[in-house]
């Protein structure tokens, strides 16, 4: 029988089915969940996916719409033409061919758990968009002629204190109109002080901004009232380029090699940023003022350069080569309506500036949220995404880089590996002895052996984690990450292919019918992926002279989530005195907040971004030795005090170099 290749995304699961499966039968084999009210008779119309057409080089795969079965009557019937001509109900389209499927927030069932909560910040402040309420003097024929405008403006003046130079076009064209509505008393909303970006009748005392931090695969939003701070409600979603590549590379390889890939990804993300707007928005009642997203008056985002470069609809290619030269580094101010972002159109989108080809305005919001340059200690900063990127230094100087982790710490590239959903295996122990695993899942509130239903699906990067550490710490693998198949245990075998793996959940503990492994495979990815963070930490200390760090601070929402000792055990990053390891949450997120708050932030955000020293870690002439010796557990030769403390305390057989 003839089979075919078939991803998913987001989720990232991929697999072979055979001809003539259905999709939604194809999602289920590969544990993923679509919608489906109706069981697949195609009646409830839930199961909607669409078809990602074109060659995807990553994935070597060409994936074509006419690679399903005919488009039926029945599916004809659920799918509107606002839905786009790719998209399909799983139920009812059969696979004939290679194909890349999108499953749209909508269709999933478990859904994806986006954990970037917005935490309380302290900063003064003080906006880039403020509103004051004027009343301007009736006209009379009595009186020499003065416009609107003028008039608006003597009266910003007297009644304010502020001189405002310029007024936004369309603004000044509904100007009239809004003045004699407000019956001569009007809500202007100024920008820098400078120019009139809205006006309003009568008196509307809110204004909201959006604070947004667009990651390779989650899109976050806050909305914030401008007056107090506070954020009054957060939105989020999968990134919705993920179906063009899951990293930056592929993604600047899908704008490179297929026409129209910069604009597709471009609307894609507005498109989700409207989305977003749309739902953070829709419960503001403002009174007498604009609803909806014309409500939020400015918006701050922050994303990496190749995401900076696609939403701004610039070819990403210079950044994906070498010298990797971005089209610009400040920070740049865009009106909404250019960029067809549903917010009040006269309002700037601002840009947080970037550092270089790979550093982007998310590193320059950690730098501004962190402030490293406040710092006597030297500090090392990772923010883990799909992408690492590294900060070290104290005030006198910083040093930042990007190393090429790829997915692996948020579960993609991992055989049964998952997103943070509910049913992914988040916690794992491993008893040293017995070998036996205790591990918590999602959505259920204890350890698996406390729970009457575990329904485990898959192992989300905090699982993975921690199953490698637990793994090494009771002498599953060795130091080189190899399996040791002397170990006599049930759970220590080889899979058909003869591949050692260790089985963490057996099927009867699963909502999938199949074990729930680690292989070797796995293994080998998270190695890579930790050796490059450690290695990019090495080389900056070395530039910096630095001998050893005094902290150590996880940045990204994923960093909240790891444990920091199986962090430590694996050699994500140098010893250091685990009391000193903290996270903090997503901190480029809050970056964009405090730049949405407060102007000064603003200055520091294009100051520093400047002042930060960009190292280019992976030409420096020691990385290849430095990966190597990185990819073992936790290094080959460096030496760890502070993690031996930490592991005799707790009896562990593995020795480590103290
Ligand atoms: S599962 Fe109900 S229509 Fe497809």
């Given at each position: 029988m003839t089979r075919h290749r078939v991803i998913f995304q987001p989720s990232g699961r991929r697999g072979e089915v055979e001809d003539g499966t259905n999709l939604l039968d194809a999602a289920r084999n590969l544990g993923v969940d679509i919608e489906s009210i109706c069981g697949g008779k195609g009646t409830c119309g839930k199961c909607k996916v669409r078809v990602e057409e074109g060659f995807f080089e990553k994935d070597s795969m060409d994936s074509r719409m006419g690679?399903?079965?005919?488009?039926?009557?029945?599916?004809?019937?659920?799918?509107?033409?606002?839905?786009?001509?790719?998209?399909?109900?799983?139920?009812?389209?059969?696979?004939?061919?290679?194909?890349?499927?999108?499953?749209?927030?909508?269709?999933?069932?478990?859904?994806?758990?986006?954990?970037?909560?917005?935490?309380?910040?302290?900063?003064?402040?003080?906006?880039?968009?403020?509103?004051?309420?004027?009343?301007?003097?009736?006209?009379?024929?009595?009186?020499?002629?003065?416009?609107?405008?003028?008039?608006?403006?003597?009266?910003?003046?007297?009644?304010?204190?502020?001189?405002?130079?310029?007024?936004?076009?369309?603004?000044?064209?509904?100007?009239?109109?809004?003045?004699?509505?407000?019956?001569?008393?009007v809500t202007v909303t100024l920008w820098k002080g400078r120019e009139i970006i809205k006006v309003e009748p009568g008196f509307v005392e809110a204004a909201y901004g959006l604070a947004v931090d667009v990651g390779t695969t989650t899109v976050v939003g806050y909305l914030t009232d401008l007056a107090t701070g506070k954020v009054v409600n957060t939105g989020s979603m999968m990134n919705p380029q993920v179906p063009y590549g899951e990293d930056v590379m592929s993604r600047i390889t899908y704008a490179m090699t297929n026409e129209g890939g910069v604009q597709r990804m471009q609307k894609a993300i507005i498109d989700g940023l409207n989305e977003i707007i749309a739902n953070v928005t829709k419960d503001l009642r403002i009174n007498g003022g604009a609803s909806g997203g014309e409500a939020i008056v400015d918006l701050t985002i922050v994303f990496n350069t190749a995401m900076h470069h696609i939403f701004l609809g610039f070819n990403p290619e210079h950044i994906g080569r070498s010298p990797f030269i971005p089209a610009i580094q400040h920070g740049i101010g865009i009106k909404a309506r250019d960029l067809g972002i549903k917010i009040n159109p006269g309002s700037y989108i601002y840009v947080l500036p970037i550092e270089a080809g790979f550093v982007g305005a998310d590193n320059v919001g950690v730098l501004i949220a962190e402030e490293p340059y406040n710092m006597d200690e030297n500090v090392l900063i990772i923010d883990i995404g799909t992408n690492g990127e590294l900060l070290l230094g104290n005030?006198?100087?910083?040093?930042?880089?990007?190393?090429?982790?790829?997915?692996?710490?948020?579960?993609?590239?991992?055989?049964?590996?998952?997103?943070?959903?509910?049913g992914a295996i988040e916690k794992v122990r491993i008893d040293p002895a017995t070998k036996e695993p205790l591990y918590k899942v999602i959505g259920k509130e204890d350890w698996h052996t406390r729970v009457e239903k575990i329904d485990a699906k898959g192992i989300c990067g905090s699982g993975i984690i921690d199953a490698i550490a637990e793994m090494y710490k009771a002498g599953i693998i060795d130091k080189s990450g190899k399996f040791d198949m002397t170990v006599k245990n049930r759970r220590v075998r080889r899979d058909h292919d003869g591949k050692p793996e260790y089985v963490l959940a057996w099927a009867g503990e699963t909502s999938i019918g199949t074990d729930i492994t680690i292989n070797q495979g796995d293994v080998r990815a998270l190695q890579l992926a930790k050796a490059a963070l450690y290695a990019g930490a090495k080389l900056m200390m070395q530039k910096m002279g630095m001998e050893k760090l005094d902290k150590v601070i996880l940045a990204g929402a994923f960093g909240s989530y790891i444990d920091k000792e199986a962090a430590m055990t694996l050699g994500m990053f140098p010893d250091c005195e685990i009391d000193k390891v903290y996270a903090v949450g997503n901190a480029a997120g809050d970056g964009a907040r405090m730049a949405l708050l407060n102007t000064s932030k603003r200055d520091e955000a294009e100051q520093r971004a400047r002042w930060v020293e960009f190292v280019e870690i992976a030409v420096e002439p020691n990385f290849e030795r430095e990966f190597m010796q990185a990819m073992h557990l936790p290094h080959m030769k460096d030496r760890f005090p502070n993690l031996k403390k930490l592991l005799e305390k707790a009896a562990s057989p593995v020795v480590i170099n103290g």
């Open positions: 690679h399903l079965s005919p488009l039926t009557g029945q599916e004809m019937k659920f799918l509107k033409p606002s839905d786009g001509p790719a998209m399909r109900l799983a139920c009812a389209a059969q696979v004939h061919g290679d194909v890349k499927i999108f499953v749209p927030e909508k269709s999933r069932a478990g859904k994806q758990i986006v954990r970037k909560a917005a935490k309380e910040l302290s900063i003064a402040v003080e906006p880039a968009v403020r509103k004051y309420f004027v009343e301007l003097a009736k006209p009379s024929l009595n009186e020499p002629i003065t416009g609107d405008f003028e008039r608006l403006r003597e009266a910003l003046r007297r009644q304010a204190g502020v001189d405002a130079l310029s007024m936004d076009f369309p603004v000044l064209r509904d100007l009239q109109d809004a003045i004699r509505k407000g019956n001569w008393g005030r006198t100087r910083v040093c930042s880089t990007s190393c090429a982790t790829g997915p692996a710490f948020e579960g993609a590239q991992i055989k049964m590996g998952m997103r943070a959903a509910p």
